[in-house]
């Protein structure tokens, strides 16, 4: 580093001590040392008391134009621990010339594996049945506790990047029929295989013939709510819909309904609006709604490897030199 003043660094999370030992080589922290996430006004607080050069935060932190606006010009650029970026006001950073990294590529096998525990633990309702222990005596019906299968089933993905792909590629030993997607472009495939296997349809098409539904791509003003009334009612009323993506996606009054109403059979998923869902929230109580605590990323290594990421891009920035990954605005 040139200059001998160490920049600033924010980091609104507990991160495991190795990174924070590099980090604090380099910048002055203001580390949030505990597990207690802290809430926007003690960041607001801490950020107007000491404004940082950088932060470094994860999709759970709002990077909003007053956060933006309290930390003001010292601030040089944003540190991201997410593939996802509609936590930030992108715009505005744009507007201020503020540059993000963020962490793509590395979360993908740990996000398309959580995917496959929520997909199987919705259809063979694994919550219900380890609920159930103690009490499975009770019943000789012999269709007590039947889930659905994958085996010969259609699987549309809603959005086919890099972890729809991954969900995709997990799914096929499971002997699945085909993959049917949407989003904003058709892709293309080298083996005859999957030109068979995965077939690019509208949205509408994909609800209509899914016996499960992922849901896989970004949140932005095109897919927001995108999962609403209109949309239930166009899926076969047994089909099981997986969200590894974000909660906003989803209209989740619509969803409660439509599990409620029979639209749909099921739903699993791993992002809800708001994070975590407040205890007494209604789709908590629904037996044909898995609901996971946002840990799609959360294996070690993919962790490890975002941190990592994060600390380069830092680095990186910080010693005029490109960072690993930089969001293109
Ligand atoms: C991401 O990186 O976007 C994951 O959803 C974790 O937030």
């Not at 650029?77 to 593939?83: D, E, G, I, N």
């Not at 472009?185 to 030109?195: H, I, L, T, V």
């Not at 997986?242 to 029979?262: E, F, P, V």
Request: with cysteine; proline share 5%; glycine share 6%.
């Amino acid at each position: 580093m040139a200059s001998t003043i160490r920049p600033r660094l924010f980091i609104t999370q507990q991160m495991p001590s190795q990174f924070i030992h590099a980090l604090e080589r380099v910048f002055e922290l203001d580390y949030q040392d505990t597990p207690t996430p802290l809430s926007p006004e003690q960041i607001l607080f801490r950020i107007r008391a000491h404004p940082p050069d950088a932060i470094l935060f994860t999709s759970k932190i709002k990077i909003d134009k007053e956060l933006l606006s309290v930390v003001g010009d010292k601030l040089k650029m944003l540190a991201t621990f997410s593939v996802g970026y509609d936590h930030i006001d992108v715009k505005e950073c744009q507007k201020r010339g503020i540059p993000i990294g963020y962490t793509p590529g590395v979360l993908t096998d740990a996000t398309a594996d959580l995917a496959m525990a929520l997909l199987l633990a919705t259809a063979r309702r694994i919550t219900q049945a380890v609920r159930a222990n103690g009490e499975w005596g009770t019943s000789c019906d012999v269709m007590w506790m039947c889930g659905k299968p994958l085996t010969n089933a259609t699987v549309g993905i809603v959005g086919l990047g890099l972890i729809g792909l991954a969900i995709a590629r997990r799914l096929q030993p499971f002997s699945i029929q085909r993959a049917l997607y949407s989003g904003t472009r058709e892709k293309y495939f080298d083996s005859n295989a999957d030109k068979t296997f995965f077939k690019y349809v509208p949205f509408t098409e994909l609800l209509g013939e899914s016996d499960f539904v992922i849901i896989a791509c970004e949140l932005n003003e095109h897919t927001k709510n995108m999962f609403n009334k209109n949309a239930f009612e166009q899926m076969k009323n047994d089909a099981i819909l997986i969200n590894i993506a974000r909660g906003g996606i989803i209209d989740q009054d619509a969803l409660y309904d439509a599990l409620t109403n029979g639209f749909i059979g099921a739903a699993g998923l791993d992002v809800t609006v708001p994070e975590p869902l407040p205890k007494e929230h209604r789709l908590l109580t629904l037996e044909n709604c898995t609901i996971f605590p946002h840990i799609g990323s959360a294996d070690v290594s993919a962790r490890h490897q975002m941190a990592q990421i994060c600390v380069d891009n830092l680095f990186n920035f910080f010693s005029g030199k490109p960072m690993v990954h930089q969001l293109k605005l």
